[in-house]
């Protein structure tokens, strides 16, 4: 099937008018995936590192919320959520969710449960973890 | 004497206005700069194209203007009849009487519609909200028009109600007026009563316009308002624009894309299935005219597109004749037969997991429905597929919840099952459930000598009554009504709309009974049919 023409504009817009700190860049065969790299906040503890993650919208998007995967190890409570997706969003407010998540990380609402546990009893420890697996994993 | 000074004062504000008028080669405002010098090129062309004689720029601005105080729409709200006026412009409010359901806040403040259509009838406060769409296409229009205006817009509406003598005297500086300009402008001002068209003396004819300032003007302004035209989930100019109650507006097309997926507005979350456009399937008239009138072409355009993109012949979804169900309801089923076993899995395969389920035809209708043939019932539940457990030998256990009821306008066979052509089945919008609520309990303002009489119940009392039987039940537990089918169904829901579905689904009746909740459009009718079920029971037991 053709490309929906919001799929088209959605990406015209993210090359034309980038999101600081955010690269999306489609696949040339497979328009609906996205390679993207998103930089760690500064004053974050994933300041410095860059996240690989894959983006693909399946077949009823916007119907149905972009699949997000992060390629690189990452310690976080909260990562890969997309708790109530809606078809006003779009690629660029869903990155933008992602990358303000690493700057505000949210034990109380958590997917990763055993870092949540550990950024609750020991926020200094975990903060330091973070910041090693970014040293570790996202620096490139 | 009186010729010459109009004269006068006419040169004056003439002049005045030449110079606030930008020069079509140097746009001045931010928008200008945005369109490209192909644009201004191409001026000449659009105008002939558009024909923007006074009758189009007439209709431009009607369309913007309100229709009570006609002057342009400030803070237009949308009326659930389709109606828009400015927020200043609605009537005083009053206390609703006798209405009880849904009895969300702002619902009990009504007021009665001043278009004649309605005949006076009462709209809920809560129903007309902003419309985001509309305002935003008045602010860029605005923007593009007001800083063109003379500084002395008085002046200006002085010199265009000029009379007739003078007309006569001065052709020239005419020729150079701006019909969009002045017609704003006296609609500003409340010059300009909206079922009139513009006064023929003071503003010039369609094959003067070619002259004036108008084409690049315009130009600008189908520019500015653009991207407001465009539908924030398909990204596309609006197709059958409809604008939900809390004043977003979709293609038609999308929003049932949305409703198939979810039933809250993708951008603030509220409910949509209580709003009576969306219901009625009924355009934003408003902003239906605009487009058509301010970018016909690609509209035109965007027609073509879509039906290209429709695939053939309407769809259709595939029907199995088995149970009575209902909307949020689970329902588990054991599938053994071949061509339901295929159903099944091409639901699954496809993506779609959805069949909608409907009852065998048991002699008579349970309800007249014309010429509908089959040995099945009209009306069904559609059911998604929640999990599946296959078995080795193809048959499979499935569990399944109600999403929505439907009708079935058309249907055929296809590897032994029937697939059918469906129409979704709404509720009536909240505004006509509470006037049927109203009306009952007005003429049954008691139950008189009567306990049968419903009537006089306010629509919260008979979803109570019936909550009230259902603890006395569980408290004698009643065979129906065990634990073990509250895990399975839920508690009995807080939600009277949804109420009737629970009950039927649990109460011991026979199903030609149970059709007629299915059916029915309305929370009150239904929990009447509950309470009237409800008494036969108690009249059993006692």
Known sequence: MALPKRIIKETERLVAEPVPGIQAVPHEDNLRYFDVAIHGPTQSPYEGGVFKLELFLPEDYPMTPPKIRFLTKIYHPNIDRLANWSPALQIRTILLSIQALLGAPNPDDPLANDVAQRWKEDEPGAIATAREWTKTHATP | ?542
């Open chain 2, 1 to 542: 004497m009186s010729v010459d000074s109009h004269h006068e004062s006419r040169l004056h504000s003439e002049s005045k206005k030449s110079a606030s008028l930008p020069d079509p080669q140097e746009p001045e405002s931010g928008h200008s700069e945005r369109l490209s010098e192909k644009d201004s090129r191409s001026t000449a062309a659009s105008n002939a194209e558009l024909a923007p004689n006074g009758k189009y720029f007439r209709d431009l601005i009607r369309l913007i203007q309100c229709k009570i105080c006609n002057k342009p729409l400030q803070q237009p709200l949308a009326l659930p009849c389709g109606e828009t006026l400015c927020r200043n412009c609605l009537p005083p409010a009053h206390e609703r009487q006798n209405i009880s359901y849904p009895d969300q806040p702002g619902r009990r403040q009504g007021f009665a519609c001043p278009f004649k259509l309605c005949e006076g009838q009462e709209h809920s406060l809560a129903d007309c909200n902003l419309d985001i769409t509309l305002t935003n296409i008045l602010t860029q229009l605005d923007n593009v028009l007001s800083p063109n205006l003379p500084p002395d817009p008085l002046g200006l509406s002085k010199y265009f109600t000029t009379n007739l003598d003078a007309r006569a005297e001065v052709k020239e500086p005419q020729a150079r007026v701006s019909v969009l300009l002045s017609g704003y402008n006296l609609a500003q001002n409340g010059d300009l009563p909206f079922d009139s068209g513009f006064p023929q003396h003071t503003i010039p004819d369609g094959s003067l316009t070619s002259k004036t300032s108008d084409g690049p003007l315009l130009t600008t302004l189908l520019a500015a308002t653009r991207s407001e035209f465009d539908c924030q989930v398909c990204y596309c100019l609006y197709n059958s624009p409809i604008t939900t109650s809390c004043g977003h507006t979709f293609c038609e097309s999308c929003l049932e894309r949305i409703r198939d997926h979810s039933n809250l507005c993708p951008f603030c979350r509220r409910p949509l299935s209580s709003y009576r456009n969306i219901i009625t399937g009924k355009s934003n008239r408003r902003l239906t005219d605009l487009l058509s009138l301010m970018y016909p072409d690609a509209i035109s355009a965007r027609k073509t597109q879509i039906s290209e993109d429709m695939p053939e012949g309407e769809p259709t979804v595939p029907i199995f004749a088995c149970a009575m169900t209902f909307p949020r309801m689970p329902m588990f089923l054991h599938i053994f037969e071949p061509r339901y076993r295929q159903m099944i899995r091409k639901a699954i395969t496809n993506g779609t997991r959805c069949f909608g389920m409907v009852t065998h035809r048991q002699g008579e209708a349970p309800i007249a429905d014309g010429d509908f043939d089959a040995p099945f019932n009209r009306y069904g539940t559609m059911l998604y597929i929640t999990n599946v457990q296959m078995f080795p030998d193809g048959r499979s256990l499935i569990e399944t919840i109600g999403t929505y009821r439907f009708k079935i306008s058309s249907y055929s066979w296809k590897d032994g099952y029937p697939i059918a052509k469906i129409e979704r089945v709404e509720d009536i919008p909240y505004g006509d459930e509470e006037s049927m609520e109203a009306t009952e309990r007005t003429l049954n303002p008691s139950s008189g000598d009567n306990p049968e009489n419903l009537a006089c119940l306010s629509t919260q009392e008979l979803h109570q009554n019936c909550l009230n039987f259902v603890s006395l039940m569980r408290n004698n537990s009643v065979g129906w009504f065990t634990d073990r089918i509250l895990n399975i169904y839920g508690h009995p829901p807080q939600d009277p709309a949804l109420f009737p579905f629970w009950m039927a689904t649990l109460l011991p009746i026979n199903e030609q009974e149970k059709y007629l909740v299915l059916v029915s459009t309305s929370v009150r009718e239904r929990l009447k049919l509950i309470m009237v079920w409800i008494k036969a029971m108690e009249q059993k037991r006692w």
